[in-house]
């Protein structure tokens, strides 16, 4: 997979939420819904520095697929279907040279499962809304969301979750000249651009109960409305706004996070089988230290420091 094009403007590894992993974050969506799926994985399709990780990766024991299960469906398919991002750099990008290629941080995962379940990282991406993830979950549409996808509660009513792999935060992007935010305080009077279907849509009121807050559907329409003067800031996961400032001099992250959103892997309802079989998966790659291969080939690009320490799988209300 060709590298991530992004400017290395390294960021500081934030020690209240990523050093201790105790980002992807309710989970912030950044892509548009759609019903078209996309092909990702493949021979090819390694980012910079992973072929070995990919080579090494561990594959399942047939007997922990048995007949009839979840996982022996998706054997049979020959494919793992996958609600991913195209439009988060960092974590799930798709090059616009190459279409089939989609790169970093939950895509690479997604693709480590893949060989898990497979042997090979055959996966079909299907890119969703916020709103939509549980019912891709629940249609059978997908098999696994790999999105930025906060544990809640609430969620674990509606779906299974596998993790948490990762614990990220909300944070505060502003435009590079802006010098009147630097705090969550700050907010209160401005106008605030949030996430539709997002932790920030909530958070913001509560810390800041006199912003005026404005939802976008996608990621890339919030990061365009901040630099556009259409709002004054944009509350959004810490992972999302480090790609985005990364890649944009136009705007800088104003505050640090002021949150903990733990991201799990959404899986269908009432399949504890699957689920037990993507934790038993999780466990695995961290204590072989290929998800820290992978994290350090993606978000470790932009943030100061060694590779996080995976939070404890099971270790927040939902998982």
Same mark, same amino acid.
């Given at each position: 997979?060709?590298?991530i094009?992004l *400017?290395?403007?390294r960021?500081?590894?934030i020690t ?5 992993a105790?980002?992807?974050v ?5 892509s548009?819904s ?14 910079a520095?992973l ?8 594959v399942a024991?047939?007997s922990? &697929?048995?007949s009839?299960?979840t ?11 996958v609600?991913a ?7 799930s990008q798709?090059?616009p040279?190459?279409p089939?290629?989609v790169?970093?941080f939950?895509?690479?995962?997604a693709?480590?499962?893949?060989i898990?379940?497979l042997? @090979?990282p055959?996966?079909?991406?299907v890119? *969703?809304?916020?709103?939509t993830?549980e ?12 999105n930025?996808y906060?544990?809640?509660e @609430?969620?674990?009513?509606?779906i ?20 009147? &935010? ?6 209160n ?14 958070a ?20 365009q ?6 709002g ?7 992972t999302?706004?480090l790609?985005?400032a990364a ?5 800088k992250i104003a505050?640090?996070?002021?949150? @903990? @959103? *733990?991201?799990?892997i959404?899986?269908? *309802? ?6 037990a ?7 695995q ?9 992978i ?25």
């Open positions: 997979m060709s590298d094009r *400017p290395r403007r960021f500081p590894l209240a939420v990523l050093a201790t105790s980002v992807a309710a989970g912030c969506g950044s548009e759609s019903s078209d799926a996309v092909p990702g994985g493949g021979g090819d399709t390694a980012a520095g072929d070995a990780v990919y080579e090494n990766a561990p024991d047939d922990a &697929i048995p009839g299960s996982m022996a469906e998706i054997q049979e398919r020959g494919v793992l279907r609600a991002a195209l439009d988060a750099p960092l974590l798709q090059d040279s190459n089939e290629d790169e970093g939950d895509i690479d995962l693709k480590m499962l893949a898990y379940l042997g @090979e055959n996966i079909e991406i890119p *969703p809304a916020s709103e993830r019912a891709l979950l629940q249609n059978g549409t997908v098999d696994a969301v790999f930025t906060t544990i809640t @609430e969620r674990a009513e509606q299974d979750f596998a993790g948490p792999y990762f614990t990220s935060g909300l944070a505060v992007a502003t435009r590079a000249d802006n010098e009147d &935010i630097d705090s969550v305080e700050d907010l009077g401005k106008d605030v651009i949030v996430g539709a279907n997002t932790p920030a849509v909530t913001v009121p509560e810390v800041a109960p006199d912003a005026e807050v404005t939802s976008f559907a996608t990621d890339p329409q919030a990061v409305a901040l630099v556009q003067g259409r004054d800031a944009y509350v959004q996961d810490y999302l706004l790609a985005a890649n944009n001099p136009d705007i505050v640090q996070p002021f949150t @903990e @959103e *733990p991201y799990g959404g899986l269908p *309802p009432e399949d504890a089988e699957y689920q079989f993507v934790n038993d998966w999780l466990e790659i961290q204590e072989d230290g290929s998800w820290a291969e994290w350090e080939a993606t978000l470790g690009t932009v943030v100061e420091g060694d590779a996080p320490t995976p939070p404890e799988i099971g270790s927040v209300p939902g998982s």
